[in-house]
């Protein structure tokens, strides 16, 4: 079965220093990751998405992630928080049977100082 | 091109009451997906329709269902409402049916409160 363990509930960061938040899936195949941003009273926009091809991953507003099979891990990084970044970040893996369902993470809530 | 689009934003409804949420997917997208989001359980996949069927099911009772229309919105139904079903109900549409690739892009959600 699939799965996301996003490892911080809550992360904490000054404006202009780097993000870091973190997420170890689970899958018996090669997933279809994706990182999913909510501001609050909002939906759900993408950020970025795995599908096999390049290992490191660009996304809208400068974020980025990595995946890494040997770690089983896709952690989102930005080198610089901005103001408008503080949101809940969503780790999310796709059904590997091709429904087409997402199982989320439980979310991170990302908080930045000014 | 207009995004996802959930009508109504907010709903107050009372226990035993049903209630109708609607969902517009991107033109040109078929598959319409439904998830729940709550503070308790988090985001959880309710069902997914295409082609007006309903392709794939979460773990929900069936109080929770839903239904396609040929234009490809949908609608999401509960009925004998429960406390415990006040939530935040998200829509998503893709265009790919069928594949766990496909970017599911997601509307700005119904907030249904049960009093």
């Known amino acids: 079965a699939q799965s996301v363990t996003q490892l911080d509930s809550h992360v904490s960061v000054s404006e202009g220093t780097p993000v870091l938040l973190r997420c170890n899936y689970s899958?018996?195949?090669?997933?279809?990751l994706f990182w999913y941003v909510q501001h609050p009273n909002k939906g759900l926009q993408l950020l970025l998405k795995?599908?096999?091809?390049?290992?490191l991953v660009k996304g809208i507003n400068g974020f980025e992630a990595e995946f890494k099979k040997s770690e089983t891990s896709f952690h989102l990084t930005k080198p610089s928080a901005h103001m408008s970044d503080a949101a809940e970040y969503f780790c999310?893996?796709?059904?590997?049977?091709?429904?087409?369902?997402?199982?989320f993470g439980t979310g991170t809530r990302l908080t930045v100082i000014p | 091109k207009a995004g996802v689009t959930q009508t109504p934003r907010y709903l107050i409804k009372t226990r035993g009451q049903q209630v109708t949420l609607s969902c517009s997917p991107i033109?040109?997208?078929?598959?319409v997906s439904w998830y729940q989001q709550t503070p308790g359980q988090g985001l959880q996949f309710l069902f997914e329709?295409?082609?007006?069927?309903?392709?794939n099911k979460g773990n929900f009772p069936g109080r929770f269902s839903g239904r396609q229309f040929s234009n490809s919105r949908s609608e999401m139904n509960v009925s004998t409402l429960e406390l415990g079903d006040s939530a935040l109900y998200l829509c998503?549409?893709?265009?790919?049916?069928?594949?766990?690739?496909?970017?599911?892009?997601f509307g700005p959600g119904t907030r249904l409160t049960v009093l």
């Open positions: 998503a549409s893709s265009f790919d049916p069928g594949q766990g690739t496909d970017t599911q892009y």
């Open positions: 899958s018996s195949y090669s997933p279809s």
């Open positions: 795995y599908t096999s091809a390049a290992t």
């Open positions: 999310v893996v796709s059904d590997v049977t091709g429904a087409n369902n997402l199982f």
């Open positions: 033109s040109g997208h078929r598959s």
């Open positions: 329709y295409f082609s007006e069927t309903q392709r």
